[in-house]
């Protein structure tokens, strides 16, 4: 679908042009970027004889390119993540009937990548149920909000070194490790609570056995190894 | 909260503390679920391929078939390889005594002794043995086999059961050979006995490295409480399965003289196996699962000793001139023959009721409603839940509980309550991998469900080493399948690359991966263990085979050669042991030649016979015109760069 803008005044004109790549560029969700799919803006100025001068038009005509080009590649990236979110999600689907049970849909976000917490995973959750909670979440309502979350890169992992200053603000006489109790203290009262499962998990792996200790520094380094 | 100066240092304090507790906690759960993820992801790796090899093994049928089709000579020259494969039943007149009495059990023996009539003192007996590492007498083996099939002959195709208040009983899924789940069953729930029943729900061999010291503890607990201990039969009691999946190698190797008895008795002790149990006439206990024309009335009247194998289906004698390769609901292409044999029909099952045999030992259930062929296995179907409504409503039934299905808790629920599944061998794939577990059934109470792992350990380890353990066992065996298929990937690769230039998008990678290998996994989470991404993400698709190749047994044979053998080393392996009867470990090179251009021609392999000649001339080590088949198969194994692999770690056949 074409359509074709006639502008009245050549500068007004330009500026929304350029106002609108820039919304579109900061937007960048799937399904504004339907609606600007096929639309092709042609432009025309009746005031002048002469076309606009080459090279306003090459710089209009080129961001217009960039913009379908984007809208293109989105595309395929959208139908890259829609593979990915399908693979993780049948590895989850013992039934194989395009159903997974509730309770490992955060598995299944975190293993995508991302790591909301337990306060937006619930959100997520509300989003993609049934209106009357079945017990199951159904692979069509799962998948677009899937991707939301992808393309708007939400809940981005932790990096490295703000987990460490947490540690470090939590071992305030700055030891570099942490006691057993201590360590319990803080995640099974602060925060989002950890469940006595959680933490015997935690334990096991960061407890150092012979200092009795958690040194925070060499458990985090083992863990980033681990996931690479 | 309340007491206290409530100065804003303390308060900005605590919002830090909260601030780094929430930063840490958001981290671990993140990589508490990769890690499940992880593990999950290898589950996956090791179920597909898993009933891919199946799938393959069932496949074999038709070279069966082909071969006999073909191979005209054999009705001459061997007319007892007709006889195993048409399913002919030894001469039954086989004396026990010729067995029994010719196997001496020498005074230098320390092993337990067992007193036959048998009592509970010789259960204990075996139990105790067992711990210890002992290895039970050829002699006793063979005495239980003779006694086990002369009473399991008494028992009808589904035992009858049933229970009372005072009067549990305890229902076991798949063992496959480890004995250590078993002790541990016995441990928490008490040995067999008058007032402690047990159904042991089929697949007790195979895989694992004790099969024969499960079957003798479960057939001597039998032969002592036979109205306590109920046994039904699996899709792994069946000689041809044990010969890929590694029974046949664990009794040829503990019974080195008397092996071979041992195995052409058991063949038979299996077909007597009853198909399932009945509990209260409400709960039906089978091994796999059911099909849409189950027929109960129909399997309670079949003979069900004439089940040989699933490898070996009814060939029609009396099928008219029409030639059409008909296929079977299991898929399987049954030929019809015409009398090309003095075989009689009455030793074969009629071809509906070995399919309702079949599909009882090999059905799996599934959210999709209807009846499906079962394509990952090739034998069965998969059954939805109405289906399973149906057929239970048809018989009176309330439930059907099953197992064949490995469950990382060891139990699953399905089809709302009526399906249930029960795996008991813990770590079944790998240390790690899934828990194993038992149901306990009273009257008209609900099931109770004990679960439980094997450890090698005292203490669990961190579930992150477990998970790497896993996961590392599973990226192996892939990479050990995408070995075997390297040229066609290769080939699938190349196509996609119209540049040329040695990469593949992420998606054309995947999808050359799931089509040439048929294997239904989530190839882009597995691709970093599997391939090296450039910084596009585009994937150097070569990388797939960096780290491994197969070891060459005599070094100036060609690349093509050793893959397609190695890719079909457990289909040879199979054919050689049908071939060789007597299971001495030979056979001749006029043989092995011509069942390899027979092989040759059905799977449309293209290997010149002289090159498999030369190999196979060059195996011959002593020169004396025969091949010792499983040394020369046992050539072919997988170096893995990256790991210190010792030939008894390796994974083949």
């Known amino acids: 679908m074409f359509i074709f803008l006639i502008a009245q005044q050549r500068t007004h004109w330009i500026l929304s042009q350029i106002q609108f790549f820039l919304y579109f560029l900061k937007k960048k969700s799937f399904s504004d970027v339907s609606l600007f799919r096929n639309t092709f803006l042609f432009i025309i100025n ?18 217009y390119v960039e913009c379908l ?11 890259e993540y829609h593979r990915k979110i399908k693979e993780a999600f049948e590895v989850f689907d013992h039934e194989a009937n395009n159903t997974v049970d509730v309770r490992e849909i955060g598995t299944i976000i975190r293993s995508l990548g991302c790591c909301p917490s337990e306060g937006e995973l619930h959100d997520l ?16 309502k799962f998948l677009p909000v899937m991707t939301e979350v992808l393309l708007e890169r939400r809940y981005r992992p932790i990096p490295e070194d703000t987990l460490l200053r947490a540690f470090e603000v939590l071992d305030s006489s700055k030891r570099g490790f942490l006691t057993r109790e201590e360590l319990i203290k803080y995640m099974t009262e602060e925060g989002e609570p950890f469940s006595q499962e959680e933490m015997e998990e935690m334990l096991s792996a960061a407890v150092d056995p012979e200092s009795n200790s958690i040194h925070y520094k060499d458990y985090i380094a083992m863990m980033v190894v681990d996931e690479s | 909260m309340g007491c206290g100066t409530s100065s804003s240092t303390k308060d900005r304090k605590s919002e830090k503390a909260l601030k780094a507790a929430l930063v840490i906690q958001n981290w671990y759960r993140g990589y508490s679920a990769r890690l499940k993820a992880r593990q999950r992801y290898a589950l996956t790796i090791f179920q597909s391929i898993e009933y891919a090899d199946e799938q393959g093994q069932l496949q074999l049928s038709n070279f069966f078939s082909f071969m006999l089709e073909n191979y005209t000579q054999i009705h001459e020259k061997d007319p007892e390889l007709v006889a195993r494969l048409f399913g002919r039943t030894l001469q039954d007149s086989k004396d026990r005594q010729e067995y029994v009495s010719f196997v001496d059990v020498p005074d230098s023996y320390n092993g337990p002794r067992l007193q036959f009539p048998l009592t ?63 002790f541990l069953i016995f441990y928490k729930n008490g040995l067999p006995s008058g007032s402690n029943s047990y159904i042991f729900n089929g697949d007790f061999v195979d895989r694992g490295k004790h099969s024969m010291e499960i079957l003798m503890i479960l057939f001597v607990s039998f032969l002592v409480y036979p109205n306590d201990l109920h046994l039904n039969r699996g899709n792994h009691e069946d000689f041809m399965m044990n010969l890929r999946y590694g029974f046949t190698k664990e009794i040829l190797h503990k019974y080195k003289l008397h092996g071979k008895k041992i195995l052409q008795i058991l063949e038979d ?5 009853p198909i399932g149990t009945i509990i209260d006439n409400e709960i039906l206990v089978i091994h796999g699962g059911i099909s849409e024309s189950t027929d109960l009335n129909l399997l309670h009247r079949i003979e069900r000793h004439k089940m040989k194998s699933v490898l070996m289906p009814p060939i029609s004698i009396d099928e008219d001139q029409d030639t059409d390769l008909k296929k079977t609901k299991t898929g399987a292409n049954v030929v019809p023959r015409e009398g090309k044999t003095n075989e009689s029909p009455s030793e074969q099952l009629p071809k509906h009721e070995w399919e309702q045999v079949i599909d009882i030992l090999w059905s799996d259930p ?3 409603r209807g009846c499906y062929p079962n394509t990952s296995r090739g034998g069965g179907c998969y059954f939805g839940p109405d289906i399973t409504s149906k057929i239970l409503n048809k018989f009176q039934l309330k439930m059907l509980i099953r197992s064949h299905e490995c469950k990382p808790e060891g139990y699953e629920i399905c089809h709302d309550g009526k399906v249930v599944t029960v795996f008991s061998a813990s770590n079944y794939y790998e240390e790690g991998s899934n828990r194993g577990a038992y149901i306990k059934l009273c009257c008209d109470m609900t099931p109770r469900f004990f679960q439980y792992q094997v450890t090698r350990a005292t203490c669990l380890r961190p579930l992150y080493q477990r998970v790497n353990t896993m996961e590392s066992s ?84 060609q690349s093509t050669l050793i893959e397609t053998l190695y890719r079909y080393r457990s289909d040879l392996q199979i054919i050689f042991n049908v071939i060789d009867s007597d299971h001495s470990g030979l056979i001749s090179m006029e043989e092995f030649r011509a069942m390899w251009k027979l092989f040759n021609s059905h799977y449309s392999i293209h290997i010149e016979d002289f090159q498999v000649d030369e190999l196979a001339e060059r195996m011959d080590l002593n020169k004396d015109g025969s091949i010792d088949f499983n040394e020369f ?20 056949l």
């Open chain 2, 120 to 182: 509970f003192t010789d259960i204990d007996l075996l139990v105790e043995a067992f711990k210890q590492q002992q290895i039970l007498h050829a002699h006793y083996v063979l005495e239980v086999l003779f006694e086990t099939k002369r009473v399991l002959k008494q028992m009808p195709n589904f035992t009858q059961v049933k229970t009372s208040p005072t009067k549990e009983i305890t229902i076991c899924g798949d063992l496959h050979g480890k004995l250590d789940d078993l």
């Open chain 1, 125 to 140: 959750i509300a989003e993609v149920e049934e209106e009357e909670p079945t017990g199951y979440i159904r692979y069509e």
């Open chain 1, 69 to 79: 080009w984007t809208v293109f590649s989105l595309e395929l990236v959208v139908a």
């Open chain 2, 269 to 273: 002790v299996y077909t007597w196996l």
């Open chain 2, 474 to 557: 599973a990226i192996r065996i892939l990479k050990e399948r995408m070995l075997s298929r390297k040229t066609d990937l290769i080939r699938a690769f190349q196509l996609q690359d119209r540049s040329k230039s040695g990469k593949l998008s992420m998606g054309q990678w995947a999808f050359s991966m799931e089509n040439t290998l048929g294997l239904n996994l989530p190839w882009r989470s597995l691709s970093p263990h599997l391939v090296t991404t450039d910084k596009n993400g585009n994937i150097n698709y070569m990388s797939t085979f960096q780290d491994i190749h197969i070891q060459k047994p005599v070094k100036e044979a």
């Open chain 1, 46 to 63: 009746p005031e002048e004889e002469t076309v606009l001068s080459k090279g306003w038009m090459s710089f209009i005509l080129l961001t």
């Open chain 2, 366 to 368: 599934r959210g999709k």
């Open chain 2, 633 to 652: 198969l046992k050539a072919f194994y997988v170096v893995h760069k990256l790991e210190k692999l010792n030939k008894s770690d390796a994974n083949l």
